[in-house]
């Protein structure tokens, strides 16, 4: 069972700036795409940004320009800069996860982001 850690969630004023970082407990040459999701209070958990293995990303219209993924597979790892933010990117952020050749995500626990205005 693969394993998914967040970190770097917090409280923040608008227009500033937090780094979220995940790590997954699976060889880097296992892994397939990883990516960022979000749920805000009552809401359903979307797509923030998703990196593939070839290298693709893509980000939700609502974070272009303001948010950067990037992964470094010697570690397992991927990363959120997230710039430019606004109260309305308040939500706990998962992380999700999967083995290449496989569609099942795994996910992290979340760590929770504040954007006050």
């Known amino acids: 069972q693969m394993q998914v850690v967040e970190s770097g969630g917090g409280s923040v004023q608008a227009g500033g700036s937090l780094r979220l970082s995940c790590v997954a407990s699976?060889?880097?040459?296992?892994?397939?795409?990883m990516g960022w999701y979000r749920q805000g209070p009552g809401e359903q958990r979307v797509l923030v940004a998703i990196t593939t293995r070839g290298g693709s990303i893509n980000y939700a219209d609502s974070v272009k320009g303001r948010f950067t993924i990037s992964r470094d597979n010697a570690k397992s790892t991927v990363t959120l800069q997230m710039n430019s933010l606004k109260p309305e990117d308040t939500a706990v952020y998962y992380c999700?996860?999967?083995?290449?050749?496989?569609?099942?995500?795994?996910w992290g626990k979340g760590t929770l982001v504040t954007v006050s205005s």
């Open positions: 999700g996860v999967q083995k290449i050749f496989s569609s099942r995500t795994y």
């Open positions: 699976e060889d880097s040459v296992r892994l397939g795409s």
